[in-house]
């Protein structure tokens, strides 16, 4: 499959679990992003890895774990959530520094109960 | 600090009429921006940028540096640009991009 893969699409999790939420790109692009999009804010920018290694963590709480194993995997890795974690989580590539803007994946729904 | 300001949360007009949707940021340097779109069950997907000064079904933005504005415009609008647009902005020589809270289009038949 081309573009950028999330999974998985919805995920249910109770507040003492501990899940991974994965994401694919066969872009060739050499940056990653992981953005939170809830329903009464805006999109907001969780982390950005540049080949591999993590230039960005916008004060996110250490239950939000993220991995970067190589240019074409993202994880993130969640644990002991709140239910105000439950939102629409977003990962995009690009080429880094260039101009064409981001492609972005479907998301994983996720429920915090 | 790089912020964008969509005004309008729900904008809802008839097909055949006008549209355009309010970007305004606030940024010291040129900014790089951008225009998203999300179509329902759909994936945010980029629209249109302002280096590329394209047209993209339709739809045109123009960077107002003085009135530090980018606002989308279409014409006519037809039913299936009913959707959530999202104005984004990447400061020069950066690499985050900063989104909007996004307007909702409805067009009505």
């Known amino acids: 499959e081309t573009g950028v893969t999330q999974t998985p699409r919805h995920l249910v999790m109770g507040m003492t679990n501990k899940k991974s939420l994965k994401c694919e790109q066969h872009?060739?692009?050499?940056?990653m992003y992981w953005y939170k999009q809830s329903a009464k804010k805006p999109l907001e920018l969780m982390f950005v890895?540049?080949?591999?290694?993590?230039?960005e963590n916008n004060s996110v709480p250490s239950r939000f774990s993220p991995e970067c194993p190589n240019s074409s995997h993202l994880f993130l890795h969640l644990h002991t959530l709140q239910p105000e974690d439950s939102a629409l989580y977003l990962c995009a590539s690009s080429q880094a520094l260039d101009n064409y803007g981001y492609t972005f994946g479907s998301g994983t729904r996720l429920t915090v109960v | 600090a790089q912020r964008v300001t969509q005004p309008e949360k729900l904008l809802s007009v008839f097909k055949g009429a006008p549209v355009e949707l309010k970007c305004n940021y606030s940024?010291?340097?040129?900014?790089?921006l951008f225009w998203y779109v999300q179509y329902s069950r759909q994936r945010l997907q980029l629209l249109l940028r302002h280096i590329s000064r394209e047209s993209i079904k339709g739809f045109t933005a123009d960077l107002n540096k003085g009135e530090t504005s980018f606002h989308l415009k279409k014409p006519f609008a037809q039913e299936e640009d009913s959707a959530m647009y999202y104005c984004?902005?990447?400061?020069?020589?950066?690499?985050?991009?900063?989104f909007g809270q996004g307007t909702r289009l409805t067009i009505n038949p």
């Open positions: 890895y540049n080949f591999k290694e993590q230039t």
């Open positions: 872009l060739g692009h050499n940056a």
């Open positions: 984004a902005l990447k400061g020069q020589g950066a690499q985050k991009l900063v």
């Open positions: 940024y010291s340097g040129s900014p790089e």
